[in-house]
């Protein structure tokens, strides 16, 4: 599924377009039970509950990156409490030939 938004996401966004993706991370045989406070603007803050107790899910840092890695160059990384923020542009994958992607 994740490959598969990945892949939607590189389609849609223009040549040198750039991804912005902030997720928590999570690795398989773990639970994520946070509330975090997202800053909108100087006066108004939100709390946002993020919840995954399925322990099948792997959102660890390592896997989007590995994931991302295709298709994407990482321009910047950050890493904070349990949360990773990662700045991808799109690659030029086109002259890519078929038996390489296999």
Same mark, same amino acid.
């Given at each position: 599924?994740?490959?598969?938004?990945?892949?939607?996401?590189?389609?849609?966004?223009?040549?040198?377009?750039?991804?912005?993706?902030?997720?928590?991370?999570?690795?398989?045989?773990?639970?994520?039970?946070?509330?975090?406070?997202?800053?909108? @603007?100087?006066?108004?803050?939100?709390?946002?509950k993020i919840?995954?107790?399925?322990?099948?899910?792997?959102? @660890?840092?390592?896997?989007?990156?590995?994931?991302?890695?295709?298709?994407?160059?990482?321009?910047?990384?950050?890493?904070?409490?349990?949360?990773?923020?990662?700045?991808?542009?799109?690659?030029?994958?086109?002259h890519e @030939?078929?038996?390489s992607r296999?």
């Amino acid at each position: 599924m994740k490959e598969q938004l990945i892949c939607f996401i590189y389609n849609v966004l223009d040549e040198n377009g750039e991804l912005y993706l902030w997720d928590v991370d999570k690795g398989p045989r773990e639970v994520f039970n946070y509330n975090i406070k997202v800053q909108i @603007s100087e006066e108004n803050t939100k709390i946002i509950k993020i919840r995954d107790f399925n322990f099948l899910n792997d959102n @660890s840092k390592e896997k989007i990156i590995k994931l991302l890695a295709p298709k994407f160059d990482i321009i910047d990384f950050d890493y904070n409490d349990d949360i990773f923020y990662i700045r991808a542009k799109r690659r030029d994958v086109k002259h890519e @030939s078929f038996i390489s992607r296999y």
